[in-house]
Nanobody, 114 residues
Framework: VQLVESGGGLVQAGGSLRLSCAAS????????ICWYRQAPGRQRELVAV???????NHKDSVKVRFTIYRDNAKDTVYLQMNSLKPDDTAVYYC?????????WGQGTQVPVSA
C-alpha cells in the first residue's frame, strides 16, 4: 500500500489548507485512515480518523476547525483545516490500516506563520 500526501505549504494564522492522501489500493479494503502530525521536538500525535463505515473522530483541539472525510471513488482522504494556528505547525502524515498492517505516507509540511 502506498500513500501519497499533498496539499501542505506555508500559510498564515487564520488561513485554511486542504491536505490530501491518495491510496494505491481501493478504500473498500482499508479499515481506517488517520491523519497524524509531528511538530518539531514533539511526539507524533493523532489528529483525525475515518473508518470504513464513514465514522469520524477528531482530536479535541481541532474538532471545530479540522474535518476529515473520504472520497471512495478517488481512493483519497482529505483533511480540511480552517482557522489554522501557529501551534498547528507540523509535518502531517497519513496512515492506513490495511488487513491489520499499518502504512505511512511520506508526510507533508504545514508551517503556520503568526
Amino acid at each position: 500500500v502506498q500513500l501519497v500526501e499533498s496539499g501542505g505549504g506555508l500559510v498564515q494564522a487564520g488561513g485554511s489548507l486542504r491536505l490530501s492522501c491518495a491510496a494505491s489500493v481501493s478504500f473498500f479494503s482499508i479499515t481506517a485512515i488517520c491523519w497524524y502530525r509531528q511538530a518539531p521536538g514533539r511526539q507524533r500525535e493523532l489528529v483525525a480518523v475515518v473508518i470504513s463505515d464513514g465514522t469520524t473522530n477528531h482530536k479535541d483541539s481541532v474538532k471545530v476547525r479540522f474535518t476529515i472525510y473520504r472520497d471512495n471513488a478517488k481512493d483519497t482522504v482529505y483533511l480540511q483545516m480552517n482557522s489554522l494556528k501557529p501551534d498547528d505547525t507540523a509535518v502531517y502524515y497519513c496512515n492506513a490500516n490495511f488487513f491489520r498492517m499499518y502504512y505511512w505516507g511520506q508526510g507533508t509540511q504545514v508551517p503556520v506563520s503568526a
